[in-house]
């Protein structure tokens, strides 16, 4: 093994935790497509999934380690995994992209779990997960998104110690604020130079940078930059989810060009106490749910189209669970979560802000250096 | 609309070309849930698509412009596109994460294609599709990758000129290597100074970059980078995929630290060669499949477990059509493709070349600064 982020003990901790699951639920097997999934179990980490054309598979057994059916241009990297089992496939293939190689690999499961639940995507052809479905056509399939989500959820402390890294790099980052961003400029250029910072000061790619930037607020949460130029009294914010070894980050920060409006100032204050609130409410026990009503509460409206206040977070920009009145998920030790209170300041203009934390016996630990309770002014 | 890559026009003429399709195969209507299509069609660009947590639907009637039905965090930001008919929904959502609404749009269309074969993937809950597939249990879904693929390989001029201004900064940032490269340096210092570089020269973003670097070749093309120094003899290979205004280059370029093998001059000069050849053979009614054995010849044998010595490249770092034996897609006036032949250099070293070209009628145009015919030592 030559290239693993972590050492074998993590990945066997992992597959034991999954086993147990797995067992619970009668699983005599669990598919897994998705890069963050595949990786979660088997260590393999390539920016390949980039390109959609290959299809990649790992199978966990109800026993004994992952059985990974991958295209040949993977076997090499898959070979510095702790997996021993790598069946390699010719990959594009005219007639069978892996599935021949996969269904003899399940042929002898009853109950197969596969995600299919909230936030799971299949990461194959529809026409591919048929084939095979037809070739296993005794096996019955259940929904696993439960199980694997519930599983990501709770970090190990290696995971979290990479999460708190690549947060404390970023918060690096925003902390050069004021070298970075100026009035005239485009932000277009303000997104380049924060991209730029955050590589220099360690994270190894900047995957999600988004953000606006307005009069009292901003349109949306989503948007790319363009080449309009930031004006006294803007509110500029960006949203970023870097990137080390794999692990995400996810949080943003607000900024005054020359002078801020008592609008922004307000609202930015009532989020920053909202954020507050959320911190003194999370402790393991308290609910999903709970924690989106305090927040709630403290703004007085849901008041964006955000649409929830905060999610997890880990190997993908956003996981489960969601801070959201419908989620009762319970909060307990290892979760890594973002509390990401916002609000409408004026008609069509938002805030947002964002924190990282980890839920703890106690207090939760704060992962990024607290925005100012105060709306900074650049 | 304030933030649109294209000018309307070009949509326009995208959605023609899509309806003309769908109209020849009885298409009532086309689903799209991934980002690509949806940009493709619609013009909504965004790295919102990181998070994997809501579903979004772009769905073409036969006739009319396409209708959106998203979730409320991007109603703004779809706001800014071509489109006029944009629906959203509340997400996530407990129980119906737009399902509802998008069976209402398309309860009309006894025929609607989805893409479901190779190289396609349906991004949303496969229980959510299984809901959709009941709520519209009279209609016929129709493979619709073969459409959405044979439009997107064909580029406009637009999208020409954009991955030809990609090609251009990644080229000049690759003509900094002797600055930005040398012995000594870790893998993961050498790709974060190139990231830095591409940005610096333009680039908005660097989702792909991996390669690698040993005596004689390196073991794989898609590693991350590691810990390892560069070595006086190593080739040193860096792939990378930046982005413009959401389009892709695709290409390497391989350099000697110190000087080179024998193994590793031959090796680089056969692959030079088989460039050469292909940019010499590629020309509208030859195939895939004919190209791939032009470049095949020269090596002797396909001879990596790459698979294919060349992609199409556009929205995506790979997309349709491949260049392998069994393609027989014929190319045509304004395909963009890689050609990317590979071989093995010694027991389990292998190297790859790659240039990024369009197809015109007559000689290709070439979109990256050719690599120098001898393997360049830092």
Redesign the interface.
Same mark, same amino acid.
């Given at each position: 093994m030559?290239?693993p982020d972590f050492p074998t003990s993590e990945y066997e901790q992992r597959l034991e935790r999954a086993q147990r699951a797995m067992q619970a639920q009668g699983l005599d097997a669990l598919l897994l497509t998705n890069e963050a999934d595949v990786r979660y179990f088997s260590g393999f980490?390539?920016?390949?999934w980039? =390109?959609?054309?290959r299809p990649w598979f790992l199978v966990l057994p109800k026993s004994g380690k992952p059985v990974a059916v991958i295209?040949?241009? *993977?076997?090499?990297?898959m070979a510095s995994t702790w997996l021993d089992d790598i069946r390699?496939f010719? =990959?594009?293939h005219?007639t069978d992209?892996g599935i021949t190689l996969l269904a003899a690999v399940l042929k002898k499961s009853d109950r197969i779990g596969?995600p299919? *639940?909230?936030?799971?995507?299949?990461?194959?052809?529809?026409?591919d997960f048929k084939r095979l479905r037809s070739a296993l056509h005794l096996s019955e399939w259940v929904?696993a998104?439960p199980l694997v989500q519930g599983l990501r959820m709770v970090k190990s402390e290696l995971e979290i110690e990479t999460i708190s890294d690549i947060c404390r790099i970023a918060s690096d980052g925003f902390a050069s604020a004021a070298d970075l961003f100026q009035e005239g400029q485009t932000l277009?250029e303000a997104f380049?130079a924060f991209?730029?910072e955050l590589? =220099?000061q360690g994270a190894?790619?900047?995957?999600?940078?988004?953000g606006g930037a307005g009069q009292d607020g901003y349109?949306?949460?989503?948007?790319?930059p363009?080449d309009r130029q930031l004006a006294a009294g803007d509110v500029l914010m960006l949203d970023t989810?870097a990137t080390l070894n794999g692990y995400f980050c996810d949080f943003d920060r607000n900024f005054a060009i020359g002078h801020a409006s008592d609008a922004a100032r307000r609202a930015y204050s009532t989020l920053y106490v909202a954020t507050d609130v959320a911190i003194a409410t999370a402790r393991p026990g308290v609910t999903c749910a709970d924690l989106f009503h305090a927040m709630a509460d403290v703004i007085g409206t849901t008041g964006s189209?955000?649409?929830?206040f905060g999610?997890g977070l880990g190997m993908?920009?956003?996981e489960a669970p969601?801070l959201?009145d419908?989620d009762d998920t319970v909060l307990t030790e290892g979760m890594v979560i973002t509390l990401e209170p916002s609000m409408e300041v004026a008609d069509?203009k938002i805030m947002v802000h964002e924190e990282n934390i980890v839920i703890r016996d106690g207090p939760p630990t704060l992962l990024t250096r607290r925005a100012p309770p105060d709306l900074p002014v650049l």
């Open positions: 030559t290239n980490r390539t920016l390949f980039q =390109s959609p054309t295209p040949e241009i *993977g076997a090499n990297l390699t010719s =990959s594009p005219e992209d596969l299919m *639940g909230r936030e799971s995507t299949l990461r194959m052809p529809l026409n929904d998104a277009k380049r991209r730029i590589l =220099s190894d790619d900047v995957p999600y940078l988004v349109g949306d949460v989503i948007s790319p363009d989810g189209d955000v649409g929830r999610h993908q920009l956003t969601s959201i419908f069509g």
